[in-house]
C-alpha cells in the first residue's frame, strides 16, 4: 500500500469544477493532461481563485507563472507572479507549499492541503517528459 503525504480531503464544489476541468485534459491512457492543452479561459469566472506553477527540475524549482489569481495575492499581501517559491516567505497560503509541490510531482497526481482559512488543491501537468506545470486552485474557508 502506498501513502500519501496529503491524503484526499472532501473538496468544495469550487475545487471539484477545477479538478474535473483537470481530467477531462487527460488523454488516452496518460494519468494526467499535457500542460499545454490547458486553457485559462475554461476556468475564467475562477480567476482570482487559481494559478499556474513552472516546474524546473535538477534542481527542482517551482516559479509562480503570470497567471495568478488577484484573491490568491490579495491574500498573501504582495505579488508573486514570476517569482521562485523559494523566494518568498512561507506563510498564508502558501503553507507548505513547497512540500505539497513535491508530493504532487512525485505522485502525479492531485494533492491538497487545508490550513486555517483555506484549501488549495494542486493538479501536475505533463510537459517535455515530466511534470513541467501545475495547475492549483484555492477555496477560501
Do not use: C
Request: cysteine-free; charged content about 25%; hydrophobic content about 45%.
Amino acid at each position: 500500500m502506498s501513502s500519501q503525504p496529503f491524503p484526499a480531503l472532501p473538496l468544495d464544489p469550487k475545487l471539484q469544477r477545477v479538478e474535473r476541468y483537470w481530467r477531462s485534459l487527460i488523454r488516452g491512457a496518460n494519468d494526467t493532461p499535457f500542460w499545454d492543452d490547458f486553457a485559462p479561459s475554461a476556468l475564467a469566472d475562477m480567476e482570482e481563485d487559481v494559478m499556474l506553477v513552472d516546474v524546473f527540475d535538477k534542481p527542482l524549482r517551482l516559479r509562480f507563472n503570470t497567471i495568478v489569481g488577484a484573491a490568491i495575492e490579495a491574500r498573501y499581501g504582495t505579488a508573486v507572479r514570476d517569482r521562485f517559491s523559494d523566494e518568498i516567505e512561507p506563510s498564508s497560503p502558501f503553507e507548505y507549499f513547497n512540500a505539497q509541490a513535491s508530493a504532487t510531482i512525485e505522485a502525479r497526481a492531485p494533492t491538497v492541503h487545508q490550513a486555517a482559512g483555506y484549501r488549495r488543491l494542486l493538479l501536475p501537468m505533463w510537459g517535455d517528459g515530466r511534470v513541467s506545470m501545475m495547475l492549483g486552485a484555492f477555496a477560501w474557508l
